[in-house]
């Protein structure tokens, strides 16, 4: 059975960091790629990032790009999301997918987890 379970949310003053994981179980990390997606209140979703399951190479959405990093550690089968220099418009709640897939996409996702909600406020 296929499970994702984000934590590592919570409050952050802008400039901040903080760092999501997706505990993944159920399935591994070499056979499926992982994305993240965020929900910003009356937005639509939004693909942030990706990383591929044969080679580990990754895709940064422009609005996080030098910003945010990708990067996963097959032995703990976990996927993280280090987020520095944190901006108010980064708020939103903060999803992993998985899709049993080599390459890095952020299109038809077919697992997703709960969720964790990331707010950057003063």
């Known amino acids: 059975q296929v499970q994702l379970v984000e934590s590592g949310g919570g409050l952050v003053q802008p400039g901040g960091s903080l760092r999501l994981s997706c505990a993944a179980s159920?399935?591994?990390?070499?056979?499926?790629?992982i994305g993240w997606f965020r929900q910003a209140p009356g937005k639509e979703r939004e693909g942030v990032s990706c990383i591929s399951s044969n080679d580990g190479s990754t895709y940064y959405a422009y609005s996080v790009k030098g910003r945010f990093t990708i990067s996963r550690d097959n032995a703990k089968n976990t996927v993280y999301l280090q987020m520095n220099s944190l901006k108010p418009e980064d708020t939103a709640v903060y999803y992993c997918?998985?899709?049993?897939?080599?390459?890095?996409?952020?299109?038809?996702?077919?697992?997703w987890g709960q969720g964790t909600q990331v707010t950057v406020s003063s």
């Open positions: 997918a998985t899709r049993r897939v080599g390459y890095c996409t952020l299109y038809e996702y077919d697992y």
């Open positions: 159920g399935f591994t990390l070499d056979e499926y790629s």
